[in-house]
């Protein structure tokens, strides 16, 4: 099935710095999206993208949909302590081979750690 | 608005037995809903798509007969984890779209996941 690549694994950073973490496939996708998730509970959406170019922003955060479509990367500025969890990028691709309709293909996560 | 929520958060039970898992879309109507697995300190994997009226698709690699699916509601899909075995220990997450609500077609919204612990 499709993968994605997701970088950096985790990230030891100090409060007030900015993050960036970015995602890449083998393939095209036609849709980029952000998740947060935090311990012992469901992913949350942070963005989403949905043509190549996109730059899209959600108060600190920013993320954009690479030109060739195979990649996105999100940024977080002025890190606070309550950014600490795990992001995922989450793709559709454009051609979809699993039995499921429109699952989404997910990346390994970015662990966000951040020392006071 | 696009909330989902599972019940129950966390369940452990013997051997054998089998547990049923409940997703539902709180304000909003669902005639598609996804089905998610979660190992510790891994990513999430897709088992299944839950179609509201019709049967769901799978995976490769995942047990229809073991992972039951049943989408019998536009708010409701429940997974029953038949026979469960150690191994089927995991965190089960499923989602939602809400395509009506101004939300694009793609974005899916997750519930807060359950806990499956099987001794």
């Known amino acids: 099935g499709q993968q994605l690549n997701q970088s950096p694994q985790s990230m030891f950073i100090q409060e007030g710095e900015d993050v960036s973490m970015n995602c890449t496939s083998s393939?095209?996708?036609?849709?980029w999206l952000w998740y947060k998730q935090d311990p012992g509970e469901g992913p949350v959406l942070l963005i989403a993208?949905?043509?190549?170019?996109e730059l899209t922003s959600n108060g600190r955060l920013t993320a954009q949909f690479g030109i060739t479509r195979k990649d996105s990367f999100l940024n977080i500025s002025a890190s606070i302590p309550s950014d600490v969890g795990i992001y995922f990028c989450?793709?559709?691709?454009?051609?979809?081979?699993?039995?499921?309709?429109?699952?989404?293909?997910f990346g390994k996560g970015t662990h966000l750690i951040i020392q006071p | 608005g696009a909330v989902v929520s599972q019940h129950p958060s966390r369940v452990i039970c013997k051997s054998g037995t089998s547990v049923k898992i409940e997703c539902r879309s709180l304000?909003?109507?669902?005639?598609?809903m996804f089905w998610y697995r979660q190992f510790p300190k891994q990513s999430l994997m897709l088992m299944a798509t839950?179609?509201?009226?019709?049967?769901?698709?799978?995976e490769q690699g995942v047990e229809k007969d073991k992972f039951l699916i049943n989408h019998a509601s536009l708010t409701l899909s429940t997974l029953t984890v038949t026979s469960a075995h150690p191994e089927d220990s995991s965190f089960y997450i499923c989602?939602?779209?809400?395509?009506?609500?101004?939300?694009?077609?793609?974005?899916?919204?997750f519930g807060p996941g359950t806990r499956l612990t099987v001794l």
């Open positions: 304000d909003f109507q669902a005639t598609t």
């Open positions: 989602s939602a779209r809400d395509f009506e609500g101004g939300y694009s077609y793609n974005e899916q919204f």
């Open positions: 393939s095209i996708f036609n849709t």
């Open positions: 993208l949905y043509k190549a170019g």
């Open positions: 839950s179609n509201e009226g019709s049967k769901a698709t799978y």
């Open positions: 989450a793709g559709l691709p454009l051609m979809y081979s699993g039995g499921g309709a429109d699952g989404l293909t």
